[in-house]
C-alpha cells in the first residue's frame, strides 16, 4: 500500500504549555514530513531524514500541520437552531431546541442532518467530537452511521430525558435505560465510535432515570458521560427546587453513580466550593462552552480558578447554544471570556487545548490529539493567511506564538486549508 506522505511546518504538542515561553511543551518542525499508513502516523521528522520514495507526498507548505481539533460538546440536532433569538437558557430550551429535537423521531431528516453536521465538522478542522443526539433512537443510529461511513473517531448518545419536556420527547426511566444499553452494545467500540451515557440534566430526568443511567455507568465505566451542570441561576434554582434532598446541583448526580473521571460536565460555570471537591475527588471534568455562555448570557467559566484546583477542563463549541463549529472561533470568545475575569489564555495552551488537551480529557490522549508516532492519523492544515484581513496582519508576525494568536483571534473555517481523518483528506473532497 502507498504510504501518504504529508509536507509542511509540523507542530504537536507533548504536555500543557505553563506559559507564552513554554517551548518545551510542543515540538516543531520548520520542514517537517508526516508519514501516514493504513489510516495511522507512522513517522514524523524533518523532511530531508525521511525516505519518501515510493511515497505519496502531499505539499502543504507554507501551512501548518497539527492534530485535528477535539469538540468535547455539542448538540447534534440542534444544527438548525443556532442563533436563536433574545433567550436564556430555560425558554432557549422550551421555545427553540425542543420542539427541533422532535423531528429527530424522522430517521430520513437525522439522516440528512447528519451528513451536513459531520460536513461542518470536517470544514472546520474538527475531527472527534462528542455530540448529544435527541432522545430518539433514530437520531442516535444516523449519527453513528454517518461517523462510520466517514471513519471518524467519534462520541455519542441517545439523551435520556423523562420529563419537563414536550410530547415526542420523553422516554421513560425503563425504555431510557433500554434504548441507550442497546445503542452503546452495537456502537461503543466498533470502529472508532464510542458511546456516551447522556442523560440531558437534572430538570428533564427524574430520580429514577438517573438511577438507572448510573446504573447504566456502572455496567459500563468504560464508556463516557455526558450531561450540563451549573450554567444559568434559574437552571440551578429550578433543579434545587426539584431535588429538595440534594445536598447542591453535581449532588443530584453524585449520589446516582454519574460522576466519575469519565463524566464530562457541560458548562460548570457557578459552582459552590463543595461541589469542585466533589469533582476534584472523581476526577470529573468541567466543559467550557464560551460561544454558547456568551450567546446565552450563562455567565463566566473560572478557567484558573478551577485549574488551580488540577481539574482537567475541556473546551467546545455546544452548537446550538453555541454559535460557532470552529474551534478557532472558540478560542477566540475563551480569550474574551477568561479577559473579563481577569485570566489570560495564551495561544500555546488554546492550541494545546483544541488538541492534545482534550483528547487528555477524555482520556483518548493515546489515539488523537497528537501527531505521535501510531496514533490516528487526524490531522489539520492550517493557513495564516487565509483572508486579506490575516494575510495583511501575518506580514508583521515574527514568531510562532504570533501566528498561533492570530489564527486563535482572526480565524475560522477558512483558515481549514486541509482536514485529514485517519489519513484521507475529507476537506477538498466534500
Ligand atoms: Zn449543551
Not at 63 to 74: E, K, P, Q, S
Not at 325 to 332: D, Q, V
Amino acid at each position: 500500500m502507498t504510504k501518504t506522505v504529508l509536507r509542511g511546518r509540523i507542530l504537536s504538542f507533548e504536555r500543557e504549555p505553563q506559559s507564552p515561553e513554554d517551548v518545551e511543551a510542543f515540538s516543531y518542525i520548520e520542514d517537517g514530513a508526516l508519514v501516514i499508513a493504513d489510516g495511522l502516523i507512522e513517522a514524523v521528522g524533518t523532511f530531508d531524514e525521511i525516505n519518501t520514495s515510493e511515497c505519496n507526498v502531499v505539499d502543504h507548505r507554507p501551512n501548518l500541520l497539527m492534530a485535528g481539533f477535539v469538540d468535547t460538546h455539542l448538540h447534534f440536532p440542534q444544527v438548525q437552531v443556532i442563533a436563536s433569538w433574545g433567550a436564556q437558557l430555560l425558554d432557549w430550551l422550551n421555545n427553540y431546541t425542543f420542539p427541533e429535537e422532535t423531528r429527530f423521531v424522522d430517521k430520513a431528516h437525522a439522516d440528512g442532518i447528519a451528513k451536513v453536521f459531520f460536513d461542518q465538522l470536517i470544514a472546520h478542522g474538527t475531527t472527534s467530537a462528542v455530540a448529544y443526539c435527541s432522545v430518539h433512537t433514530e437520531s442516535a443510529e444516523a449519527y453513528f452511521e454517518e461517523a462510520a461511513r466517514r471513519d471518524m473517531r467519534m462520541i455519542g448518545g441517545k439523551v435520556m430525558m423523562d420529563r419537563n419536556a414536550p410530547d415526542g420527547l420523553r422516554d421513560t426511566p425503563q425504555s431510557g435505560y433500554d434504548d441507550s444499553k442497546a445503542m452503546l452494545e452495537k456502537w461503543h467500540g466498533r470502529g472508532r465510535a464510542l458511546y456516551a451515557i447522556t442523560p440531558r440534566f437534572a430538570i428533564t430526568s427524574t430520580q429514577e432515570q438517573l438511577e438507572m443511567a448510573g446504573a447504566l455507568a456502572g455496567e459500563f465505566p468504560e464508556c463516557h458521560i455526558q450531561t450540563h451542570l451549573s450554567e444559568n441561576h434559574d437552571e440551578i434554582a429550578l433543579t434545587k427546587e426539584l431535588f429538595p434532598e440534594a445536598r447542591d446541583y453535581i449532588d443530584v448526580y453524585q449520589q446516582v453513580g454519574l460522576l466519575t473521571d469519565k463524566s464530562l460536565l457541560g458548562h460548570s460555570i457557578h459552582l459552590e466550593p463543595r461541589e469542585i471537591d466533589a469533582m476534584v475527588d472523581t476526577g470529573a471534568h468541567p466543559v467550557f462552552c464560551p460561544t454558547s455562555n456568551l450567546f446565552l448570557g450563562s455567565g463566566l467559566f473560572d478557567y484558573e480558578g478551577l485549574r488551580a484546583r488540577g481539574l482537567v477542563s475541556g473546551v467546545a463549541t455546544d452548537i446550538g447554544g453555541g454559535t460557532s463549529y470552529s474551534m478557532l472561533t472558540t478560542l477566540a470568545e475563551g480569550y474574551k471570556v477568561l479577559a473579563l475575569r481577569g485570566q489570560k489564555l495564551h495561544p500555546f495552551r488554546a492550541f494545546d487545548w483544541i488538541t492534545r488537551g482534550n483528547a487528555e480529557t477524555l482520556g483518548l490522549a493515546d489515539k488523537i490529539g497528537t501527531l505521535e508516532p501510531g496514533t490516528e492519523a487526524d490531522v489539520v492544515v492550517l493557513d495564516a493567511r487565509a483572508t486579506e484581513a490575516m494575510a495583511i496582519r501575518m506580514d508583521r508576525v515574527e514568531t510562532l506564538a504570533e501566528e498561533l494568536f492570530l489564527l486563535q483571534v482572526m480565524g475560522d473555517d477558512r483558515a481549514i486549508a486541509e482536514t485529514y481523518v485517519a489519513g484521507k483528506a475529507m476537506k477538498q473532497a466534500v
